[in-house]
């Protein structure tokens, strides 16, 4: 794995990515917004790079985009890797080790996420301020490198307070509805049953999706600094649940998507 991060690293500043600042995971639906912002781009397929997995998920692009935002240097992952596509956890998180080795400071990360908390709104924004972890795997499992983190990685705050607190001020700021919850992670890409979301009611989520958390390990095992907001995409009640909708569950994260770029543009700033 060390040796494949070097590769992919040594390839991506052949391409011109200089010592970037913050890296940037945009999830399902999101990202087109965002991009619109960074200044003298750099567009890289994942295909291109060495070892990088592909994206395999169509709403996904599978492209890294290399350059400025508020005069900081920023990397951005349009589109990222699931559980469910088939791939180890060591391969999904294989981006992050790979930012971490190029510079960055800090992660933000975004998804879509079903909404279970029944006094929230589809097409809201939920901070996350911590989660629970239903995947079968960890991408720490087996030989720890002591270079790349500790062998038991602390995860009593595993989002940043600083970039949380940051990110609460300027949703207030700026009028911007930010709730802020627990998510769960469950490996998909099956949508949950009623008597699911009641479980995962129960044990305290309030929103569900199939990612983020193996990015939110990796980035705390290396000591990088993260947070994390979802856009609520579909209410899950599980007492008047409909059939899950994808084209729609799409359209409510574009429609989002200003708000959450909004945010994250004016967290770079203040960084």
């Keep these: 794995m060390i040796q494949q991060t070097r590769e992919s690293v040594e ?5 011109g990515v200089d010592l970037p ?10 990202g087109s917004v965002f991009i619109q912002h960074i200044k003298h781009s750099i567009i890289i397929d994942y295909k291109d790079i060495p070892h990088f997995p592909d994206s395999t998920v169509g709403f996904h692009k599978g492209k890294l985009i290399y350059g400025e935002v508020g005069g900081k240097k920023v990397l951005t992952m349009q589109g990222r890797f699931h559980y469910y596509e088939g791939y180890s956890m060591q391969k999904i998180t294989m981006p992050i080790r790979v930012m971490k080795a190029l510079g960055i400071k800090y992660l933000l990360i975004s998804n879509a996420a079903g909404n279970m908390n029944l006094s929230w709104k589809k097409g809201q924004l939920m901070l996350i301020d911590d989660h629970i972890n239903l995947q079968p795997d960890s991408p720490l499992r087996g030989i720890n490198h002591d270079e790349l983190g500790p062998r038991f990685p602390d995860m009593s705050q595993p ?5 949380n607190e940051k990110l609460k001020s300027i949703a207030i700021d700026k009028s911007i509805i930010l709730n802020v919850g627990v998510y769960a992670c469950v490996t998909g890409p099956n949508l949950e049953t009623r008597a699911e979301y009641r479980y995962l009611q129960r044990i305290g989520a309030d929103a569900v999706g199939m990612s983020t958390v193996p990015e939110v390990i990796v980035a705390n095992h290396a000591g990088l600094p993260c947070c994390a907001i979802s856009v609520l995409t579909d209410d899950c009640d599980p007492d008047n649940l409909k059939p899950a909708n994808i084209a729609e569950i799409i359209e409510v994260a574009s429609k989002a998507e200003n708000k959450l770029t909004e945010l994250y543009i004016e967290l770079i700033h203040s960084l």
């Design 11 to 15: 390839f991506l500043k052949s391409k």
């Design 159 to 163: 989002y940043s307070k600083l970039l």
């Design 21 to 30: 600042e913050i890296g940037v995971i945009q999830g399902t639906g999101l």
